[in-house]
Protein backbone atom coordinates (compact mmCIF):
# COMPACT_ATOMS: atom_id res chain seq x y z
CA UNK A 1 0.00 0.00 0.00
CA UNK A 2 1.35 3.81 -0.82
CA UNK A 3 2.04 5.57 2.20
CA UNK A 4 2.95 8.85 3.40
CA UNK A 5 5.46 10.88 4.92
CA UNK A 6 4.97 10.84 9.16
CA UNK A 7 6.24 14.78 9.82
CA UNK A 8 5.99 16.09 13.48
CA UNK A 9 5.89 19.96 14.29
CA UNK A 10 8.98 20.32 14.74
CA UNK A 11 10.86 19.00 11.68
CA UNK A 12 8.09 20.95 9.73
CA UNK A 13 8.85 24.09 11.55
CA UNK A 14 12.43 23.68 10.57
CA UNK A 15 11.97 22.59 6.91
CA UNK A 16 9.75 25.67 6.58
CA UNK A 17 11.61 28.27 8.47
CA UNK A 18 12.82 30.03 5.73
CA UNK A 19 9.55 31.41 4.57
CA UNK A 20 8.71 32.59 8.30
CA UNK A 21 8.13 31.02 11.67
CA UNK A 22 5.70 28.21 11.96
CA UNK A 23 3.03 28.93 14.62
CA UNK A 24 0.58 25.90 13.68
CA UNK A 25 0.10 23.36 11.25
CA UNK A 26 -2.95 21.44 9.66
CA UNK A 27 -2.83 17.73 8.04
CA UNK A 28 -4.79 17.97 4.91
CA UNK A 29 -6.29 15.30 3.75
CA UNK A 30 -7.43 13.90 0.27
CA UNK A 31 -4.46 13.44 -1.79
CA UNK A 32 -3.01 9.99 -2.66
CA UNK A 33 0.79 9.82 -2.20
CA UNK A 34 1.68 13.26 -0.73
CA UNK A 35 1.82 14.48 2.97
CA UNK A 36 0.41 18.28 2.98
CA UNK A 37 -0.04 20.30 5.46
CA UNK A 38 -1.45 23.59 5.75
CA UNK A 39 0.32 26.71 7.69
CA UNK A 40 0.37 29.50 10.12
CA UNK A 41 2.77 32.18 10.10
CA UNK A 42 3.52 34.44 12.74
CA UNK A 43 2.34 37.11 10.92
CA UNK A 44 -0.47 35.82 9.70
CA UNK A 45 0.57 34.77 6.69
CA UNK A 46 -1.27 31.12 5.13
CA UNK A 47 0.54 28.41 2.96
CA UNK A 48 0.88 25.38 2.02
CA UNK A 49 3.55 22.24 2.08
CA UNK A 50 3.92 19.21 0.11
CA UNK A 51 6.09 16.35 0.84
CA UNK A 52 6.64 13.30 -1.34
CA UNK A 53 9.16 10.71 -0.30
CA UNK A 54 12.41 9.58 -1.83
CA UNK A 55 10.80 6.13 -2.28
CA UNK A 56 9.60 6.06 -6.13
CA UNK A 57 8.68 2.35 -6.19
CA UNK A 58 4.82 3.08 -5.94
CA UNK A 59 5.05 5.70 -8.56
CA UNK A 60 4.88 5.44 -12.36
CA UNK A 61 7.41 5.90 -14.43
CA UNK A 62 6.13 9.43 -15.50
CA UNK A 63 5.50 10.25 -11.95
CA UNK A 64 9.33 10.52 -10.69
CA UNK A 65 10.41 13.67 -9.93
CA UNK A 66 6.67 15.26 -9.52
CA UNK A 67 7.46 17.60 -7.49
CA UNK A 68 10.16 19.55 -9.04
CA UNK A 69 7.16 19.34 -11.43
CA UNK A 70 4.89 21.11 -9.67
CA UNK A 71 7.06 23.84 -8.54
CA UNK A 72 8.76 24.27 -11.96
CA UNK A 73 5.04 24.60 -13.72
CA UNK A 74 4.22 27.17 -10.93
CA UNK A 75 6.84 29.30 -11.73
CA UNK A 76 6.08 29.03 -16.13
CA UNK A 77 2.50 29.91 -15.35
CA UNK A 78 3.53 33.79 -13.17
CA UNK A 79 2.13 36.11 -14.66
CA UNK A 80 -0.34 33.94 -17.09
CA UNK A 81 -3.22 34.49 -16.07
CA UNK A 82 -3.80 31.16 -14.86
CA UNK A 83 -4.09 31.46 -11.12
CA UNK A 84 -1.58 29.37 -9.52
CA UNK A 85 -0.07 29.95 -5.85
CA UNK A 86 3.68 31.43 -6.01
CA UNK A 87 6.10 29.47 -4.84
CA UNK A 88 7.84 30.54 -1.67
CA UNK A 89 10.24 27.55 -0.34
CA UNK A 90 11.86 24.43 -1.96
CA UNK A 91 14.01 21.81 -1.18
CA UNK A 92 15.23 18.87 -2.85
CA UNK A 93 18.14 18.44 -0.54
CA UNK A 94 17.11 16.00 1.50
CA UNK A 95 19.06 16.93 4.46
CA UNK A 96 16.43 17.23 7.32
CA UNK A 97 14.06 14.76 5.56
CA UNK A 98 14.22 11.88 2.95
CA UNK A 99 12.13 13.64 1.04
CA UNK A 100 11.48 16.45 -1.51
CA UNK A 101 9.01 20.15 -0.18
CA UNK A 102 7.50 22.78 -1.96
CA UNK A 103 5.62 25.57 0.05
CA UNK A 104 3.42 27.46 -1.68
CA UNK A 105 0.99 30.57 -1.04
CA UNK A 106 -2.53 29.24 0.44
CA UNK A 107 -4.82 30.26 -1.98
CA UNK A 108 -8.62 32.16 -1.48
CA UNK A 109 -12.04 30.32 -2.24
CA UNK A 110 -13.19 26.63 -2.41
CA UNK A 111 -12.85 23.81 -3.50
CA UNK A 112 -14.91 23.64 -6.70
CA UNK A 113 -15.42 19.64 -5.32
CA UNK A 114 -17.23 21.06 -2.10
CA UNK A 115 -19.91 23.20 -3.79
CA UNK A 116 -23.74 22.24 -4.46
CA UNK A 117 -24.19 23.79 -7.92
CA UNK A 118 -27.43 23.60 -10.07
CA UNK A 119 -26.89 23.14 -13.77
CA UNK A 120 -26.40 26.24 -14.60
CA UNK A 121 -24.01 27.00 -12.34
CA UNK A 122 -21.98 23.93 -12.82
CA UNK A 123 -21.93 25.57 -16.41
CA UNK A 124 -20.34 28.66 -15.23
CA UNK A 125 -17.75 26.62 -13.94
CA UNK A 126 -16.97 24.38 -16.60
CA UNK A 127 -16.90 27.62 -19.21
CA UNK A 128 -14.69 29.56 -16.41
CA UNK A 129 -12.54 26.32 -16.67
CA UNK A 130 -12.39 26.54 -20.75
CA UNK A 131 -11.07 29.65 -20.31
CA UNK A 132 -8.35 29.49 -17.71
CA UNK A 133 -7.14 26.57 -20.59
CA UNK A 134 -6.77 29.12 -22.75
CA UNK A 135 -4.53 31.09 -20.75
CA UNK A 136 -2.65 27.80 -19.90
CA UNK A 137 -1.92 26.29 -23.25
CA UNK A 138 -0.55 29.41 -24.76
CA UNK A 139 2.15 29.26 -22.22
CA UNK A 140 5.15 27.31 -24.67
CA UNK A 141 7.32 24.65 -23.16
CA UNK A 142 11.08 24.11 -24.54
CA UNK A 143 10.58 20.21 -25.52
CA UNK A 144 7.68 17.70 -25.49
CA UNK A 145 6.77 15.34 -22.30
CA UNK A 146 6.85 15.34 -18.79
CA UNK A 147 9.81 17.92 -17.74
CA UNK A 148 11.52 16.34 -14.44
CA UNK A 149 15.27 14.14 -15.98
CA UNK A 150 14.27 11.37 -13.37
CA UNK A 151 11.25 10.57 -15.24
CA UNK A 152 12.95 10.47 -18.84
CA UNK A 153 10.01 10.91 -20.43
CA UNK A 154 10.96 13.92 -22.72
CA UNK A 155 11.92 14.08 -26.60
CA UNK A 156 11.85 17.06 -29.18
CA UNK A 157 8.52 16.16 -30.75
CA UNK A 158 5.04 14.84 -29.56
CA UNK A 159 4.93 11.94 -31.82
CA UNK A 160 8.19 10.47 -29.92
CA UNK A 161 7.68 12.35 -26.43
CA UNK A 162 4.03 10.01 -26.61
CA UNK A 163 5.65 6.79 -27.50
CA UNK A 164 8.17 6.83 -24.34
CA UNK A 165 4.73 7.94 -22.39
CA UNK A 166 3.51 4.96 -23.79
CA UNK A 167 6.14 2.61 -23.13
CA UNK A 168 6.75 3.89 -19.34
CA UNK A 169 3.41 2.84 -18.45
CA UNK A 170 3.37 -0.76 -20.67
CA UNK A 171 7.11 -1.19 -18.42
CA UNK A 172 5.33 -0.27 -14.95
CA UNK A 173 2.12 -2.51 -15.77
CA UNK A 174 4.78 -5.05 -16.55
CA UNK A 175 6.71 -4.75 -13.75
CA UNK A 176 3.65 -5.03 -11.31
CA UNK A 177 1.90 -8.33 -13.30
CA UNK A 178 -0.79 -6.35 -14.91
CA UNK A 179 -1.72 -7.63 -18.05
CA UNK A 180 -2.65 -5.04 -20.75
CA UNK A 181 -3.36 -5.58 -24.66
CA UNK A 182 0.15 -4.31 -25.35
CA UNK A 183 0.43 -5.39 -28.64
CA UNK A 184 -2.76 -3.62 -30.02
CA UNK A 185 -1.50 -0.49 -28.49
CA UNK A 186 1.78 -0.56 -29.98
CA UNK A 187 0.18 -1.67 -33.24
CA UNK A 188 -2.52 1.33 -32.87
CA UNK A 189 0.67 3.73 -32.22
CA UNK A 190 2.33 2.64 -34.95
CA UNK A 191 -0.41 2.91 -37.04
CA UNK A 192 -1.65 6.81 -36.50
CA UNK A 193 1.58 8.35 -36.04
CA UNK A 194 0.87 10.94 -38.02
CA UNK A 195 -1.76 12.07 -36.16
CA UNK A 196 0.68 12.78 -33.38
CA UNK A 197 3.31 14.58 -35.68
CA UNK A 198 0.83 17.03 -36.61
CA UNK A 199 1.29 18.40 -32.96
CA UNK A 200 3.88 21.36 -33.85
CA UNK A 201 3.94 23.23 -30.65
CA UNK A 202 4.85 21.88 -27.09
CA UNK A 203 1.87 23.80 -24.70
CA UNK A 204 2.08 23.32 -20.82
CA UNK A 205 -0.72 20.91 -19.80
CA UNK A 206 -1.87 20.75 -16.04
CA UNK A 207 -3.64 16.68 -17.49
CA UNK A 208 -5.35 16.66 -13.81
CA UNK A 209 -7.96 19.75 -13.63
CA UNK A 210 -10.69 17.87 -12.02
CA UNK A 211 -12.86 19.37 -9.64
CA UNK A 212 -10.74 18.68 -6.39
CA UNK A 213 -7.74 20.87 -7.84
CA UNK A 214 -9.89 23.84 -8.65
CA UNK A 215 -10.71 26.40 -6.39
CA UNK A 216 -13.62 28.73 -6.97
CA UNK A 217 -15.36 32.21 -5.68
CA UNK A 218 -18.56 31.18 -4.87
CA UNK A 219 -20.11 34.04 -5.05
CA UNK A 220 -18.98 34.81 -8.36
CA UNK A 221 -18.06 31.39 -9.49
CA UNK A 222 -14.78 32.77 -11.07
CA UNK A 223 -11.63 30.16 -10.03
CA UNK A 224 -9.50 31.63 -8.27
CA UNK A 225 -6.99 28.99 -7.84
CA UNK A 226 -5.16 25.79 -9.71
CA UNK A 227 -3.27 23.73 -7.71
CA UNK A 228 -1.44 20.33 -8.41
CA UNK A 229 0.66 20.32 -11.05
CA UNK A 230 2.68 18.23 -9.99
CA UNK A 231 1.88 15.39 -13.26
CA UNK A 232 2.39 18.48 -15.78
CA UNK A 233 3.53 17.69 -19.22
CA UNK A 234 4.52 19.41 -22.58
CA UNK A 235 2.66 18.54 -24.92
CA UNK A 236 -1.02 18.48 -27.25
CA UNK A 237 -3.39 20.63 -25.34
CA UNK A 238 -6.53 18.09 -26.46
CA UNK A 239 -4.44 15.66 -23.75
CA UNK A 240 -6.10 18.50 -21.00
CA UNK A 241 -9.53 17.55 -22.01
CA UNK A 242 -9.24 14.11 -20.98
CA UNK A 243 -6.77 14.85 -17.80
CA UNK A 244 -9.64 16.46 -16.87
CA UNK A 245 -12.11 14.08 -17.43
CA UNK A 246 -10.13 10.48 -17.09
CA UNK A 247 -13.16 8.68 -17.35
CA UNK A 248 -15.11 10.24 -19.70
CA UNK A 249 -15.67 8.87 -23.29
CA UNK A 250 -18.45 11.01 -24.65
CA UNK A 251 -17.94 14.58 -26.51
CA UNK A 252 -15.75 16.39 -24.73
CA UNK A 253 -18.15 19.19 -22.63
CA UNK A 254 -19.96 21.82 -24.65
CA UNK A 255 -19.77 24.80 -22.06
CA UNK A 256 -15.72 24.10 -21.25
CA UNK A 257 -14.96 24.51 -24.93
CA UNK A 258 -16.86 27.53 -25.75
CA UNK A 259 -15.37 28.83 -22.88
CA UNK A 260 -11.73 28.13 -24.29
CA UNK A 261 -12.69 29.47 -27.74
CA UNK A 262 -14.12 33.01 -26.26
CA UNK A 263 -10.73 33.46 -24.50
CA UNK A 264 -8.96 32.96 -27.82
CA UNK A 265 -8.37 28.77 -26.97
CA UNK A 266 -7.39 26.52 -29.74
CA UNK A 267 -9.72 23.23 -28.15
CA UNK A 268 -12.66 23.11 -30.56
CA UNK A 269 -9.98 23.86 -33.33
CA UNK A 270 -8.06 21.40 -32.87
CA UNK A 271 -10.65 18.82 -32.15
CA UNK A 272 -12.43 19.42 -35.46
CA UNK A 273 -8.92 19.09 -37.24
CA UNK A 274 -8.19 16.01 -39.49
CA UNK A 275 -5.82 14.55 -36.71
CA UNK A 276 -8.00 15.87 -33.71
CA UNK A 277 -10.17 13.06 -33.13
CA UNK A 278 -7.83 11.03 -32.97
CA UNK A 279 -5.22 12.66 -30.88
CA UNK A 280 -8.59 12.51 -27.93
CA UNK A 281 -8.76 8.61 -28.50
CA UNK A 282 -4.53 8.58 -27.78
CA UNK A 283 -5.04 10.89 -25.14
CA UNK A 284 -7.61 8.50 -23.33
CA UNK A 285 -6.04 5.23 -24.43
CA UNK A 286 -3.10 6.54 -22.46
CA UNK A 287 -4.98 7.85 -19.11
CA UNK A 288 -6.79 4.40 -19.34
CA UNK A 289 -3.39 2.02 -19.46
CA UNK A 290 -2.32 4.29 -16.17
CA UNK A 291 -5.74 3.99 -14.58
CA UNK A 292 -5.75 -0.02 -15.10
CA UNK A 293 -2.68 -0.12 -13.54
CA UNK A 294 -2.31 2.47 -10.66
CA UNK A 295 -4.70 0.10 -8.12
CA UNK A 296 -1.98 -2.87 -8.24
CA UNK A 297 1.03 -0.67 -8.25
CA UNK A 298 -0.64 1.69 -5.72
CA UNK A 299 -1.98 -0.98 -3.62
CA UNK A 300 -5.85 0.05 -3.64
CA UNK A 301 -7.98 -1.51 -1.04
CA UNK A 302 -12.19 -1.26 -0.93
CA UNK A 303 -14.99 -2.22 -2.82
CA UNK A 304 -14.89 0.63 -4.85
CA UNK A 305 -11.40 -0.91 -6.27
CA UNK A 306 -12.86 -3.41 -8.97
CA UNK A 307 -15.08 -1.16 -10.26
CA UNK A 308 -12.84 1.43 -11.07
CA UNK A 309 -10.17 -1.42 -13.07
CA UNK A 310 -13.31 -2.63 -15.23
CA UNK A 311 -13.81 1.19 -16.13
CA UNK A 312 -10.24 1.65 -16.76
CA UNK A 313 -10.29 -1.45 -18.87
CA UNK A 314 -13.55 -0.86 -20.79
CA UNK A 315 -12.01 2.59 -21.54
CA UNK A 316 -8.96 0.82 -22.99
CA UNK A 317 -10.83 -1.69 -25.20
CA UNK A 318 -13.00 1.48 -26.40
CA UNK A 319 -10.06 3.58 -27.46
CA UNK A 320 -8.52 0.69 -29.41
CA UNK A 321 -11.57 -0.06 -30.89
CA UNK A 322 -11.61 3.54 -32.62
CA UNK A 323 -8.37 3.32 -33.55
CA UNK A 324 -8.16 0.12 -35.15
CA UNK A 325 -11.81 0.67 -36.89
CA UNK A 326 -9.87 2.21 -39.73
CA UNK A 327 -6.56 3.36 -40.70
CA UNK A 328 -7.79 6.29 -42.72
CA UNK A 329 -9.20 8.02 -39.82
CA UNK A 330 -6.48 10.37 -39.56
CA UNK A 331 -6.38 12.59 -42.43
CA UNK A 332 -2.92 14.44 -42.78
Known amino acids: ?????????????????????????????????????????DDGRRAVAKIVGADTARLSTYERGLLGTEALTYRMLEGSGVPVPRVLHTDF???????????????????????E????????????????????????????????DAAGLAAGTWKDAFALMVDAVLDDARRWNVGLPEGRVRAALAAH????????????????????NIFVDPDTLDIVGIIDTERTLW????????????????????????????????????????TGETRLQFSRLYFSLILATEPTMRGYEGEWVAGYEQGARANIEK?????????????T
Open 1 to 41: MLTKFTVDQALLTDLVAPVGNLVSAELLTGGMFATAFRLHF
Open 93 to 115: SRRLIDADLVVAEHLPGVPWLGL
Open 117 to 148: LDDAQAATVRRNLGAVMARLHRVSAPSFGYPA
Open 193 to 212: APALESVQRPAVVHTDLWAG
Open 235 to 274: GDPLHELVGADQFGTGAPDPALLAGDAEAGGMLARELASP
Open 319 to 331: ALRFLESSTTRTR
